[in-house]
């Protein structure tokens, strides 16, 4: 019998005991290609141990991490099982592949978190204000009309973005919880998790640059009307972006 990483288990009849896992393999491929969802169960049997310590752990050494990449490795071969063609080498170098996309993905993903939540961050210190200094935001953040404005500001921008991507950057900006929880509150896998905080972010500062142009409209129209409240015609288009999470 072969192992669960795919290799055979040796000694005599081994040419034929791979022959006849290459044969169960395409079978398999051939059965989830008709609609058959439990043939994955097959291939995941054969290669989830040898993607999981020769591919992705290798590249990923967060154990969590390196799981929900295996899983969506799995999953988007059933989403895409159409889209092979059966060689020689079977299924595995495909499979191969798609978790090595799946790894770079995240860490291109976390990278961009990263930079977007420090932008984030400089917009709230700042106030928004265009401060590259800090210098007038810190004198002006003293004054409490404009700390409610401010926070005025932030909750309508995160007010107009999709539920979810709200959700995301209140968990893991505001309340600071760790990545796992803030997965798990939006019952998906950590990697989506990062996927969907860095389309929240993203969709954040293109909102709150909006934001930001209808206050000065706003304030402008104020001052050529010598002070008088009002406010300016037209809501903001609300974005949100796709899922593909």
Not at 22 to 51: N, S
């Amino acid at each position: 019998m072969g192992r669960r990483d795919g290799s055979p288990a040796g000694g005599a009849g081994t040419d034929a005991g791979i022959d006849a896992q290459i044969a169960a393999e395409r079978a398999a491929v051939e059965r989830l290609k008709a609609g058959d969802v439990t043939a994955i169960d097959a291939l995941f049997q054969r290669h989830a141990d040898a993607l999981l310590r020769r591919v992705i752990r290798p590249r990923l050494p967060d154990d969590a991490a390196a799981q929900d990449v295996l899983k969506e490795t799995f999953l988007t071969a059933m989403r895409r099982i159409e889209t092979f063609e059966w060689r020689a080498g079977g299924v595995g170098p495909w499979l191969r592949q798609i978790a090595v996309n799946k790894v770079t993905d995240l860490h291109r993903a976390r990278k961009r978190e990263e930079r977007l939540a420090g932008a984030y961050q400089e917009y709230l210190e700042q106030g928004g204000l265009g401060d590259p200094d800090g210098a007038h935001a810190e004198a002006v953040l003293g004054d409490e009309e404009h700390k409610a404005r401010l926070r005025a500001r932030i909750g309508e921008t995160l007010g107009a973005l999709h539920p979810r991507y709200a959700e995301a950057i209140r968990l893991r900006l505001v309340e600071e919880e760790p990545r796992a929880r803030c997965a798990a509150a939006l019952s998906v896998t950590v990697a989506t998790f990062d996927v969907i905080l860095f389309r929240a972010l993203k969709a954040f500062r293109k909102r709150w640059g909006g934001v930001r142009e209808a206050d000065d409209r706003q304030e402008a129209d104020r001052e050529d009307r010598g002070g008088e409240g009002g406010e300016s015609g037209g809501d903001l288009e609300v974005d949100i972006e796709g899922g593909g999470e």
